[in-house]
């Protein structure tokens, strides 16, 4: 996961210590190991808890509550995630010895997609503590902000610190070997997509896109998400006005940060993601950007640096093209991705982070003392 992975890091690099527990989960394929193990990765304490049972990501860990009390006690827990046997039983032992806590939802926290029914019923029984209880919640977006705050969350205790962007300067150079790899001509235009083949990404729109606009190639790398939306894929790769336009690439465990730059417009037609990763990994690239103002990423975007669209089909089909017809307008979206990725760098975020974990300490011991009395 790219953002823990970066917080994590930068916090190793500020001289806090910085304990991590999870599942063995790698991917959906993988059966989890059911081996617990611990390992230091970019020097954090990694404890890997022997996972035997599991459903897609949520993986039951019988020896969490063990191993939290086997750690050293903590100045404040950060839970990412929401809806899962790993947070919510984590959540549960932070409330019962009194350790302040920082809840991240990550784009989680409103129902939808999968047994929305069944969500709202745990959340209102024995997910409901898990951000009520919660020092602070950290989102990252006013997108998110808003989805918190219809629960009844209040205002003060929710902290938008954003997700960073990646370096600029650091962005690998494309393949170029990505037209050749697709049979793809030189001249014709690339739209990019990246990200969980999936409802709610607008996957949909692109594909339009590859019958509407003459000759533009659409490119989709990422995994199957099972909801039926590659069927729509496979089925554009046979129609007759589409077919050898609409290509899939393998999935791939890193970011496919290489890919970025071999397109000319990457396009983020999501219906409400609460970040938007990959929208900022293009922008770092240099590579303009098209997202709808569902997407909490938007909101980071100033003027010249993104085209931020309502999510209509014709508003998000008529960015494309003009994106692609107007070579100025790419030029001024590929320097302002880079402006915008070097204003929210992860530095930045991490200075955020650490005086959310401050305030959530300070303001349990505060709680604290005045429950305690002299």
């Not at 503590?129 to 209040?154: F, N």
Request: proline fraction near 7%.
């Amino acid at each position: 996961m790219v953002v823990a992975r970066e917080l994590v890091s930068r916090l190793v690099e500020h001289g806090h210590t910085v304990d991590i527990v999870t599942t063995t989960l790698v991917d959906l394929q993988t059966p989890p190991s059911r081996q617990t193990s611990v390992a230091t990765v970019d020097g954090a304490c990694v404890h890997y808890l022997a996972t035997p049972l599991h459903y897609r990501w949520m993986g039951i860990t019988p020896t969490l509550p063990w191993w939290l009390t086997r750690l050293p006690r903590p100045d404040v827990v950060h839970i990412f995630g929401f809806r899962d046997p790993v947070t919510t039983v984590t959540a549960a032992w932070c409330r019962a010895r009194r350790v302040p806590y920082v809840f991240e939802p990550l784009g989680m926290f409103r129902p939808r997609l999968r047994k929305v029914g069944l969500k709202r019923v745990l959340d209102t029984t024995l997910n409901r503590k898990v951000a009520a209880r919660a020092a602070a919640v950290a989102v990252v977006s006013g997108v998110e902000a808003s989805d918190v705050a219809a629960a009844g969350i209040s205002r003060e205790r929710i902290v938008v610190r954003g997700n960073g962007f990646p370096d600029p300067d650091a962005m690998p150079p494309a393949r170029g070997s990505l037209r050749a790899e697709l049979g793809i001509p030189r001249d014709a235009p690339i739209v990019l997509y990246v990200g969980r083949i999936a409802a709610g990404k607008g996957i949909e729109h692109l594909l339009e896109a590859a019958r509407r606009l003459a000759g533009t190639h659409v490119v989709l790398a990422g995994p199957d998400d099972r909801h039926g939306i590659m069927d729509l894929v496979r089925s554009a790769q046979s129609a007759p006005a589409t077919a050898g336009f609409v290509h899939v690439l393998p999935s791939t465990t890193e970011p496919p940060l290489e890919l970025y730059p071999e397109a000319d417009v990457f396009v983020l037609a999501s219906t409400g993601d609460s970040f938007g990763m990959v929208a900022a990994e293009a922008a770092a690239a240099g590579t303009p950007v098209v997202v709808t103002d569902r997407a909490g990423v938007a909101g980071f975007f100033l003027d010249g640096e993104a085209v931020v669209v309502p999510h209509e089909r014709e508003a998000i089909l008529g960015a494309i093209a003009r994106v692609l017809e107007d070579s100025t307008l790419r030029d001024t979206l590929a320097k302002g991705g880079r402006e915008a990725a070097r204003r929210m760098s992860w530095d930045r975020v991490v200075k955020t982070q650490e005086r959310i974990y401050r305030a959530a300490a300070s303001r349990t011991a505060a709680t604290k003392a005045s429950t305690d009395g002299p």
